[in-house]
């Protein structure tokens, strides 16, 4: 009876922090941009593109015209001995005035794989309030390509900006201590207090199941009560990085449980790939948390237990 009432207070304090998440622009149409529309405002003084990517060797050799590179290492280091997890606040600061961004900027995010890197840089993003400037280009470097538009080899000069966050929005992240009692009470507590919280597991459905640990995972198998949706199913294939359309990801996700006015709560291996689904979930206009920890954190603690 203990653990039920505590975990429904953790419960309430997650779903009343929910308002903070970004809702500036349409939360449903803002935050995609396609090829076309992107083409009709290069050049926009206040419009800023970002490239991320892991290295800047595809960017240095063609991007986007006037875009800039985001390292995406930046946004996966050690914290607090979890692996590749999100850094501070202070850091994403660093690299959002090194990027010369504003408060003011509307931002345009693509990468080349398929949105990973995009929407893991968009997280970052929110957290330090700036979920209402941005926008992630449909297809990516592929789908501009695809399009013909514009491509470029040579780096633009960058003058960092004095950014200063106008807010935060750390808590769209969930930290382990309070996923241990979240997903319990989802698992428990049935329509009487865990009707709003639907766990989603973005990893491939073999890892989800357990039959293949995905790598550094010794204890297979997924946090029991999520479901899976594998991240990849967003796209509408392997040389399509176009994101399905609205009602295809809303049938999607009903199909798995998820239903309006619930709080999706993803994770994934290492937090990568959910970002992916936290960003289709804002897209669809729901309000997601992100356990960044993630798979990797939550086997390593051998009191959280794990279904196959």
């Known amino acids: 009876m203990r653990s039920y009432a505590i975990a429904t207070i953790v419960l309430g304090v997650f779903l009343s922090t929910i308002g903070c998440a970004a809702a500036g622009k349409d939360a449903r149409n803002g935050l995609l941009i396609d090829a076309g529309q992107l083409q009709d405002r290069l050049g926009e003084d206040n419009l800023i593109i970002i490239h991320a990517a892991g290295d800047d060797e595809t960017f240095r050799e063609e991007h986007i015209p006037g875009a800039r590179w985001a390292d995406w290492n ?13 850094p501070p606040v202070d850091e994403i600061v660093d690299l959002v005035r090194e990027l010369g961004i504003t408060s003011d900027s509307d931002i345009v995010i693509y990468d080349e794989v398929g949105g990973l890197q995009a929407a893991r840089l968009m997280v970052a993003l929110e957290m330090v309030g700036l979920g209402d400037r941005i926008s992630l280009l449909d297809g ?84 029991p009560g999520a479901v899976n949706v594998f991240w990849e199913s967003h796209l509408r294939g392997d040389d399509d990085h176009r994101l399905r359309d609205r009602a295809e990801l809303e049938s999607l996700y009903r199909e798995a449980g998820l239903e309006p006015g619930h709080t999706p709560l993803v994770y994934c291996r290492t937090g990568n790939q959910s970002s992916h689904t936290y960003f289709v979930l804002r897209y669809l206009g729901y309000e997601p948390r992100s356990y960044d920890g993630s798979f990797l954190q939550w086997h390593r603690d051998a009191n959280a237990p794990v279904q196959r």
């Open 140 to 223: 990516h470097l592929k789908g501009w390509k695809a399009f013909d538009g514009p491509l470029e080899d040579t780096p633009q000069e960058i003058e960092p900006s004095g950014f200063t966050p106008r807010s935060f929005n750390e808590t769209l992240l969930v930290d382990h201590r309070s996923m241990r009692s979240l997903a319990w009470l989802a698992r428990h507590a049935g329509d009487a207090a865990g009707a709003e919280l639907t766990m989603i597991d973005a990893r491939p459905p073999e890892e989800y199941r357990g039959d293949s640990p995905g790598t550094d995972v010794d204890r297979p198998g997924h946090i």
């Open 74 to 86: 930046r946004l996966n280091r050690e914290v607090h001995g979890v692996a590749m997890s999100m």
